[in-house]
T-cell receptor
Framework: GAGVSQSPSNKVTEKGKDVELRCDPI?????LYWYRQSLGQGLEFLIY????????KSGLPSDRFSAERTGGSVSTLTIQRTQQEDSAVYLC???????????FGSGTRLTVV | GNSVTQMEGPVTLSEEAFLTINCTYT??????LFWYVQYPGEGLQLLLK?????DKGSNKGFEATYRKETTSFHLEKGSVQVSDSAVYFC????????????FGSGTRLLVRP
């Protein structure tokens, strides 16, 4: 597609429920990144994919967070047993293998009530 | 580890005033440096970048020079406009193969007519 597409744009969930956030990268971009933007923590890196592999998962805050990527394209970030501190905007970005064309999506605003 | 420190906001200026937003970094090796901008209700957009020492990035009247001796990448604009009101993020991309970005905490700029 023309840009990085994320869905849903907004998600309200009850504490303890699982949520899935989707990212559709720019066509042909082999690298995909997830970031989190929250009031207390600023903008922080979560995980990086190159193709379907995730060589850097260092930013995932707990084992409740996981992500996968299939077909070298769409990625899903899953948060299990959501907590109020998970409330944030989750941003996805994609780039070419060499890091060029780095582009962010508009994000998913997650609110845990 | 690598980190980015930028001045806290909000920064409030009158239209046509001179803008400086300070950014310093800590990194091993030779990172690339970036300024991103987030306009109200929109996603992150790349404003400018510099990939090596003494490079100057520029765009839309904004400039920043990669200063290795002072580990700084301060953002400047000679005459701000109301439309420049946004949150500005300084970021670095370290030299490893993951291309993840490390962000500062962001500086909110408010320009009054």
């Amino acid at each position: 597609g023309a840009g990085v597409s994320q869905s849903p744009s907004n998600k309200v969930t009850e504490k303890g429920k699982d949520v899935e956030l989707r990212c559709d990268p720019i066509s042909g971009h082999t690298a995909l990144y997830w970031y989190r933007q929250s009031l207390g923590q600023g903008l922080e890196f979560l995980i990086y994919f190159q193709g379907n592999s995730a060589p850097d998962k260092s930013g995932l805050p707990s084992d409740r967070f996981s992500a996968e990527r299939t077909g070298g394209s769409v990625s899903t970030l899953t948060i299990q047993r959501t907590q109020q501190e998970d409330s944030a905007v989750y941003l996805c970005a994609s780039s070419s293998r060499d890091g060029s064309g780095y582009t962010f999506g508009s994000g998913t605003r997650l609110t845990v009530v | 580890g690598n980190s980015v420190t930028q001045m806290e906001g909000p920064v409030t200026l009158s239209e046509e005033a001179f803008l400086t937003i300070n950014c310093t970094y800590t990194a091993t090796g030779y990172p690339s440096l970036f300024w991103y901008v987030q306009y109200p209700g929109e996603g992150l957009q790349l404003l400018l970048k510099a990939t090596k020492a003494d490079d100057k990035g520029s765009n839309k009247g904004f400039e920043a020079t990669y200063r290795k001796e002072t580990t700084s990448f301060h953002l400047e604009k000679g005459s701000v406009q109301v439309s420049d009101s946004a949150v500005y993020f300084c970021a670095l991309r370290d030299g490893d193969s993951s291309y993840k970005l490390i962000f500062g905490s962001g500086t909110r700029l408010l320009v009054r007519p």
